[in-house]
């Protein structure tokens, strides 16, 4: 390219090449039919020589009256016509100039001829001759073909009107026609369409040089894609681990989401064959937020880590599960601020259900039980009230009389008989996990935390209201829960407000990929695990984190569904 | 004046001397959309230019530089493997520059040098170049032609070529670079390639023609340890070798005086060998040759048209059918199968094209896809869906 253009620019250069093409082209525009391109091979028998002896072909070469010129097998000649028109030969085709100027006349022998007739006088007059018939034409482009063994040929017309003489007999070809003639039939009517096989063009004609050219580029790109496919395998490989996506703010976040074994944090050193790590990473443009969770568990788990994973919230069943946790850490930052979370001392809590109350077991000491009220209806400023206990979240919560005809408070617990989410029965078994030692901190600084209430000897935690003893920055915590998109967005927030006067704000979302707020219908009505995790997985989950210690920034997360399922942890 | 003059000549192909320049153009402009599994995607257009200003110096020496540039706004179906709507559009840029000799008639020896990149942006708004996918390539290499006749012939060639991703680096490795997976490197992706291509072209009996391509690429990856047995990293970097084989044939054909057309037929096969392993972490599987494949596929084609008319119909399928070696199936919950992951994607389509001007055809196409695997844990990637879409547009071939 560089070359190409370095010639174009050097005006001695440009009069150094135009020079000879000048002074060539005098003499050969002097001439009416002279030849412009051969590929291959090709001869002339020029009028006064002897029979049969033929030479060769070269470019720029006159082909006068008398002159026969002949193509070798996949070869082609290109006659140029001093006004303009040209006539191609195509392979093994032998060709006689009649007559040159100002008629033009040729004897196609065999083979094929095609002409691009143009700038044809009213008075002149072009036409190609067969031994069988004769076509005559002004102003047209066709072809023209001869099988000398099977005295037979065609003409092929694309534009222009083609007269074809056979016999006496006169037909006009139009363009898009055809028409064969034999030696042995009078001549036919023609037909719509081009006959069958390769055309000049196609063989190697005009239009073949230009498909060389697109061959040679084609071949170029070929390997292009190749290339270009390796890039896009690379891709796809990982794009199944991570994503882009928009969060609530329109900001573009990068996610990954990984599970890993054997984390080599100093929480787990004791027993990292115990422990997995979940790890949820965001970069948007100025800011870079993850999370992680910890967990430890009462043996070494298994190969399948799934197998553990799905009681961690605990399990419907007879028998008690076979894995729990016994510490866990969770850590969520902006790299400048921290939220964390610690729980020690985990253990078993069995629970079952008598219709009215709850009753709550160690199953590691037979001692150690407590009974909980179900529904403990009271009465506030002439209204009834329903103080309900869910036990699979282990907290109470206070109902309207609607709120509770409606069977708020409670959560569900998963089914795996059916696979459905329920309350629990009067006839169901049902085990969670208990930490005897949490602790919340912000930047360090401790804002909430609990551990047994020692002053009634509590050193195994069955219910955290009745057997904890809780401590808050500042002596209190006061909550306060909005839904500020309202009540039909998934967008809640909770603030607590500490007796330090502090406060720490969560803002939690529901999103789709493009930062759209879900609505509460997604999920109407999906109650099976299977479809609650098909539609869960259409969406995102945001949570902005915003405290006093934070001092106006934020501990902003996306985590995408998936890897909750992946791990287990959602079922 | 003199650069307006080598512009002139550039585009408009004329002959200044002994330097010949004949254009070539290529330009798609297609709109549509596609659903994926019912759920359709807004529209969205794609256009794809092709422009190589051939410059022959002289019967033995052309210089063949070749641009190509592509918006895609709505994805092909055979572009959205795993069901994704990976992303929401993408542009890409090449230049390939050939230098073409031609010696003693029959053999050509065909320099070349090329850069592409490409830009992918996976949500709206994202600036272009910002695109975590975005590559860059940069290739040279060199390619020997022999032809038998103008119709047969055969080539050898060998290329290398890098391919990087400059905005790709693992989040794992910008914090944790312990985590002990292979991706965790900062430039995991990027990749020296060798490739070395065979082909051969001759006619075959009734006006057909048969293509025979192979590919062979040695590829090394700088920054991709490998994974061992325990999950932890060995201390040297993955290695791929791929092979793709294909086969083409093409007949034309004619039905009394009313169909005239073009039948193909291709069948190909690809494989990967690679040294890479993957850890399964929530299993704990050490999933050894994971990226290893093979591959068949086979596409046939026919285009015809019909009596008089100018309509062009085209009707193709392809079948592809890929198998992994070690890379064990897994059931809904994601537990592994003994059998081993297949993935067989069918497609069709059809497209109409209608000449309205010189070298200009009004186009419709519509394709269809199904991918259909024994792998049924869909939850991070796609293998069981069906795809569709149409487009509809111009294009001008000259």
Redesign the interface.
């Known amino acids: 390219m560089t070359a190409a253009i370095g010639r174009f620019r050097t005006p001695g250069f440009i009069f150094g090449a135009l020079a000879p093409a000048l002074l060539f082209s005098l003499p050969l525009s002097a001439e009416p039919v002279v030849v412009k391109k051969i590929r291959g091979k090709a001869e002339i028998h020029r009028a006064k020589a002897p029979a049969g002896r033929w030479a060769p072909l070269r470019p720029g070469a006159p082909v006068r009256p008398g002159d026969e010129v002949r193509t070798a097998r996949e070869s082609r000649t290109e006659l140029k016509l001093d006004d303009g028109s040209k006539v191609v030969l195509g392979s093994g085709s032998r060709v006689k100039v009649v007559e040159s100027s100002p008629h033009r006349f040729f004897t196609l022998a065999a083979g094929r001829m095609k002409s691009f007739v143009k700038n044809l006088r009213p008075t002149n007059k072009f036409g190609v001759r067969t031994p069988l018939a004769a076509a005559s034409v002004r102003g047209t482009v066709f072809e023209m073909g001869f099988d000398e063994q099977g005295n037979r040929g065609f003409l092929d017309v694309s534009r222009g009107i083609v007269s074809l003489n056979q016999d006496g007999r006169e037909v006009d070809v139009r363009g898009g026609q055809r028409i064969d003639f034999l030696s042995d039939r009078p001549l036919g009517e023609p037909v719509r369409g081009r006959s069958t096989g390769a055309s000049i063009e196609e063989e190697s004609g005009e239009d073949g040089d230009r498909q060389a050219l697109k061959r040679e580029v084609g071949l170029g790109m070929s390997k292009e894609m190749v290339m270009a496919a390796a890039a896009d395998e690379m891709r796809l490989a990982e794009y199944q681990e991570g994503k882009v996506l928009i969060d609530v703010h329109g900001d573009q976040v990068r996610l990954e989401e990984y599970v890993i074994r054997r984390p080599r944090d100093a929480f787990a050193a004791a027993n990292p064959d115990r422990a997995f790590k979940l790890v949820v990473l965001n970069e948007r443009d100025a800011r870079f937020d993850y999370f992680y969770y910890l967990g430890l568990f009462n043996q070494d788990l298994p190969e399948d880590l799934s197998v553990a994973l799905n009681d961690v919230r605990g399990k419907l069943s007879a028998a008690a599960p076979d894995y729990f946790l016994t510490a866990y850490e969770m850590g969520q930052s902006n790299t400048q601020d921290t939220v964390l979370d610690q729980a020690t001392g985990g253990h078993l809590v069995k629970i079952t259900y008598d219709g009215t109350n709850y009753c709550l077991e160690d199953p590691t000491d037979a001692s150690n039980t407590r009974t909980i009220l179900a529904d403990d209806p009271f009465t506030q400023d002439g209204d009834t009230y329903h103080k309900v206990y869910d036990p699979v979240g282990d907290r109470f919560v206070n109902l309207s009389e609607a709120q509770f005809a409606a069977g708020g408070g409670q959560s569900a617990v998963y089914d795996a008989g059916t696979d459905l989410f329920r309350p629990i029965g009067t006839s169901d078994t049902f085990w969670r996990t208990s930490f005897n030692s949490y602790s919340h901190a912000l930047n360090g600084i401790a804002k909430q935390s609990y551990i047994p209430d020692a002053t009634q000897g509590i050193t195994s935690i069955l219910a955290l209201d009745h057997d904890a003893t809780f401590t808050f920055a500042g002596g209190s915590v006061f909550a306060v829960t909005e839904t500020p998109s309202g009540v039909d967005s998934l967008h809640n927030r909770v603030t607590l407000f500490y007796g330090d006067g502090a406060f720490e704000t969560v803002n939690t979302y529901i999103i789709s990929d493009d930062g759209k707020i879900g609505p509460v219908s997604a999920f109407n009505g999906l109650a099976s695990g299977a479809a609650f995790k098909d539609e869960l997985l259409k969406w995102n989950y945001e949570q902005v984190y915003e405290a006093t210690e934070f001092e106006g920034r934020k501990i902003d997360l996306v985590v995408e569904p998936k890897i909750l399922i992946k791990s287990g942890l959602l079922r | 004046m003199?650069?307006a003059?080598?512009v002139v000549?550039?585009f408009t192909g004329a002959s200044?001397?002994?330097?010949e320049?004949?254009p070539?153009w290529n330009l798609d402009f297609l709109g549509g959309q596609h659903f994926f599994e019912g759920r359709a995607s807004s529209l969205g257009g794609n256009i794809d230019v092709?422009y190589?200003p051939?410059?022959k110096?002289s019967d033995r020496w052309s210089?063949?530089?070749?641009y190509?540039g592509s918006y895609q706004g709505t994805r092909d179906v055979q572009e959205l493997?795993?069901g994704?709507t990976?992303f929401q559009d993408s542009t890409?840029h090449?230049l390939?520059?050939?230098s073409?000799h031609q010696w003693g008639g029959r053999w050509k020896v065909k320099p070349?040098a090329?850069a592409?990149v490409?830009l992918l942006r996976?949500?709206?708004?994202?600036d272009w170049g910002d695109g975590?996918?975005d590559?860059q390539?940069y290739?040279g290499?060199i390619?020997t032609e022999y032809a038998l006749?103008?119709?047969s012939g055969g080539?050898l060639?060998y290329?290398y070529?890098q391919?990087a991703?400059p905005n790709?680096q693992?989040?794992?490795s910008?914090?944790?670079p312990?985590?002990?997976?292979e991706?965790a490197g900062e430039k995991?992706?990027d990749?020296a390639?060798h490739?070395v291509?065979l082909?051969w072209w001759s006619p075959l009996p009734a006006?057909g023609r048969l293509d025979l391509?192979a590919?062979m690429?040695s590829?090394a990856f700088g920054d991709q340890p490998i994974v061992k047995a325990d999950?932890g990293l060995s201390g040297s970097d993955r290695s791929d070798t791929?092979l793709?084989v294909s086969a083409q044939s093409a007949h034309?054909f004619?039905l009394g005086?009313?169909v005239?057309g073009l039948g193909e037929m291709s069948f190909g096969y690809g494989s990967?060998n690679s040294d890479q392993n993957h850890y399964d972490?929530?299993?704990?599987?050490f999933l050894e040759n994971y990226?290893n494949y093979t591959q068949w596929t086979v596409a046939p084609r026919v285009s015809a048209a019909f009596?008089?008319s100018r309509w062009v119909a085209t009707l193709g399928a392809a079948y592809q059918a890929r198998e992994y070696g070690d890379r064990p199936a897994q059931d809904g919950?994601?537990?592994y199968l003994s059998e081993k992951l297949k993935l067989n994607v069918f497609s069709t389509r059809l497209s109409l094209a209608y000449p309205v001007a010189k070298n200009m055809k009004l186009r419709f196409q519509s394709s269809l896809a199904w991918s259909d695997s024994n792998m049924q844990y869909e939850?991070?990637?796609r293998y069981n869906y069906r795809i569709a879409n149409y487009m509809m547009g111009f294009s001008y071939d000259y």
Do not use: H, I, W
Not at chain 2, 16 to 19: D, H, K, P, R, S
Not at chain 2, 178 to 181: E, F, G, K
């Open positions: 003199r650069r003059l080598a000549v550039l200044l001397g002994a330097v320049v004949t070539l092709g190589t051939v410059v110096f210089l063949v530089p070749t190509t493997a795993g994704g990976l890409a090449g390939l520059v050939k073409v070349s090329g592409r490409e996976e949500t709206v708004g994202e975590l996918f590559y390539k290739s290499g390619e006749s103008p119709q080539r060639a290329d070529y391919l991703f790709y693992s989040l794992e910008a914090t944790d312990t985590l002990s997976r991706l995991v992706l990749s390639n490739m291509t082909g006006e391509t590919y690429n590829r999950g791929t793709s034309r004619s005086e009313t005239r990967q972490a929530r299993k704990g599987d990226y009596g008089s919950n994601g537990d939850k991070v990637f």
